[in-house]
């Protein structure tokens, strides 16, 4: 059975504090994803990777910065937390075929990490 | 850019009626397109998908879709509503070629009434 999995389920942090967000998959998908999800805005994407130390950003990069040492992992790092990046965080990946994105595949997700920042 | 619209951001339907979401897209050239389905507290889960072929897609739990190019939409349906059914349900698209990742719409909320 394919797995994504994200650290914790619920986190609470401080504002100013440095938080990290961890996603690992096992099905060595060369892609992964950060989202957040907010009621009313859908899914916007933060960052992507197609490959180890590689990074891009998405829509919304503002805040975050990523870190993708091993092909399995894709960190999420907010360096100082603010009220407004409290939020569900959900990570994804898919394999690569071709040059970059396998477009016709399934992203598979994580069960999300509920983050609220205070 | 392409872009998504999923009309109404709740939709409530009685058990046993017929489920009937909206997606349309905004893309030159037709796209891959996907529903995916979110239950309380957890994450996305691939309902079906629409790449190439049949445009009639027939997905997991007795979903389908229809691939309408000359209406830019792939709404979904359900003959028959059931209340394990309620969850939130987002419509994506994905170019045929290039390096852009799903755009996913807002995604609506769908309740079942007892």
């Known amino acids: 059975d394919v797995k994504v999995t994200q650290s914790s389920r619920y986190l609470v942090k401080r504002t100013g504090e440095k938080v990290f967000l961890e996603c690992v998959q096992d099905?060595?998908?060369?892609?992964m994803f950060w989202y957040r999800q907010d009621p009313g805005l859908g899914l916007r994407l933060i960052y992507f990777?197609?490959?180890?130390?590689?990074?891009e950003k998405g829509d919304i990069p503002e805040g975050y910065s990523v870190s993708r040492e091993k092909k399995e992992r894709f960190s999420l790092i907010l360096e100082s937390a603010s009220t407004n990046q409290t939020s569900m965080y959900l990570c994804?990946?898919?394999?690569?075929?071709?040059?970059?994105?396998?477009?016709?595949?399934?992203?598979?997700f994580g069960p999300g990490t509920r983050l609220t920042v205070t | 850019a392409q872009s998504v619209t999923q009309l109404g951001s709740h939709v409530s339907v009685s058990e046993g009626a017929l489920v009937l979401l909206r997606c349309n897209y905004s893309?030159?050239?037709?796209?891959?397109l996907f529903w995916y389905v979110q239950y309380p507290n957890q994450g996305l889960q691939l309902l079906l998908k629409?790449?190439?072929?049949?445009?009639l897609v027939k997905g997991i739990n007795g979903f389908e879709a229809e691939f309408k190019k000359s209406e830019t939409s792939f709404h979904l349906t359900k003959p028959s509503a059931h209340m394990s059914d309620a969850a939130e349900y987002f419509c994506?698209?994905?170019?045929?070629?290039?390096?852009?990742?799903?755009?996913f719409g807002k995604g609506t909320r769908l309740s079942v009434i007892a």
């Open positions: 994804a990946s898919t394999r690569r075929q071709g040059w970059f994105m396998s477009l016709g595949d399934e992203q598979y």
């Open positions: 893309s030159s050239v037709p796209p891959y």
């Open positions: 629409y790449t190439t072929g049949a445009t």
């Open positions: 990777s197609y490959d180890v130390k590689m990074k």
């Open positions: 099905m060595d998908h060369e892609n």
């Open positions: 994506a698209v994905s170019p045929i070629s290039g390096n852009t990742p799903l755009v």
